[in-house]
């Protein structure tokens, strides 16, 4: 179909255009708007700024707040949102185009392009055809397994709720990953199962979720020492599991437990949560994941400690990377192209490094 480009629509996306996009930084995702703290600025202070400018980004965006289902896709994303039958929006751009703030959450959808099935390009708006939301029913999981004979061949624990936890497992691949992980200080311990076969686990009381939040009260020297302690903890437990031929996928703070050293759950993840999605998997494609892909999550995990907070979306943490002395550290592990990231070891060496 047509551009949305009547004379009433040129002048809407007019008023939503930005100036032309700056020089970019090689190798890095998107020109960050707070990447570097003020002269006088605290650790602390830099993290509360930013906290508070991205609180209010996106709340008045009538597509965001009615969203229905939405993807990531190479360059941007689609979804839907409204009323039933849902309307369409895919959106893909760079920094410093109508997409690209988009994208941000730094402008709404124009108002023109409301309650109609779009694309936004750039910087152009396009009417199309709608395209079906995809349902739930219609694409289950096809790798879900059953797992009732794996289970059998665990040991039956007597559970004791103050004790253990207990999940459901729909993935041999999990049950096998467990076993390997075996004895590891690193890797939470699966005990066996419980009567109804359900995999049982020891209980832990907080995640890092939990303490990352309670680290936000301590003096700034404190609460670097800290995060960095933890990330090294981290990067060993990745380490461990990568020596075994696993990728883990989805580490963020509730996938570690708290304990001396940190535990690492959670291994059935077949895919990441949005935020921590290197780029390369965008297009669905699992057998993408790789350690490179694990060292980008290392980086959206450093950047929730010190936010102490999951982000609204992966383009506004990539736009606000942590202060010093963890910014570069940062950077380097969701820079664009797997092989551009740094390798654990190199990784290690960065929090070593830290005073």
């Known amino acids: 179909m047509a551009a949305l480009h009547t004379s009433e629509g040129v002048d809407q996306i007019a008023s939503f255009k930005s100036k032309p996009a700056e020089a970019q930084e090689p190798s890095f995702p998107s020109k960050p708007t707070s990447d570097h703290p003020g002269k006088d600025e605290t650790f602390s202070e830099h993290v509360d700024r930013v906290r508070t400018e991205m609180m209010y980004l996106g709340d008045n965006f009538d597509y965001l707040t009615h969203s229905k289902k939405d993807y990531l896709i190479p360059g941007g994303y689609e979804g839907w949102y409204g009323e039933p039958p849902y309307f369409y929006v895919k959106i893909i751009g760079g920094p410093g185009t109508l997409a690209g703030n988009i994208l941000r959450w730094r402008c709404d959808l124009p108002k023109h392009a409301y309650n109609r099935n779009v694309e936004i390009i750039g910087d152009e708006v396009r009417e199309v055809e709608r395209k079906p939301m995809p349902s739930d029913d219609d694409s289950p999981d096809p790798d879900l397994e059953d797992c009732s004979g794996e289970v059998a061949k665990l040991p039956l624990i007597a559970f004791e709720d103050e004790k253990h936890f207990k999940k459901s497992t729909t993935y041999k691949q999990e049950i096998r990953y467990l076993l390997q992980c075996r ?144 910014r570069d550290i940062f950077v380097a592990c969701t820079l664009e192209k797997p092989e551009d990231r740094p390798t654990l070891m190199q990784l290690r060496a960065m929090y070593e490094a830290i005073g």
């Open 183 to 326: 004895g590891s200080p690193h890797v939470v311990q699966l005990l066996g199962r419980s009567e109804e076969g359900a995999l049982v686990f020891p209980r832990f009381k907080k995640d890092l979720a939990d303490i990352s939040i309670e680290n936000c009260v301590n003096e700034d020297q404190v609460r670097i020492q800290n995060i960095r302690r933890w990330m090294l903890d981290i990067i060993d437990g990745v380490g461990y599991l990568h020596s075994l031929g696993i990728t883990h996928r989805d580490l963020t703070r509730r996938n570690i437990l708290n304990a001396d050293p940190l535990v690492i759950c959670d291994l059935q993840c077949l895919n990441a949560t949005r935020h921590c999605t290197a780029f390369e998997i965008d297009d669905g494609g699992r057998s993408k994941f790789s350690f490179a892909s694990d060292v980008f999550a290392l980086g959206t995990l450093l950047w929730e400690l010190c936010f102490y907070n999951n982000p609204k979306c992966r383009l506004v943490l990539l736009d606000n990377p942590p202060p010093p002395p963890f």
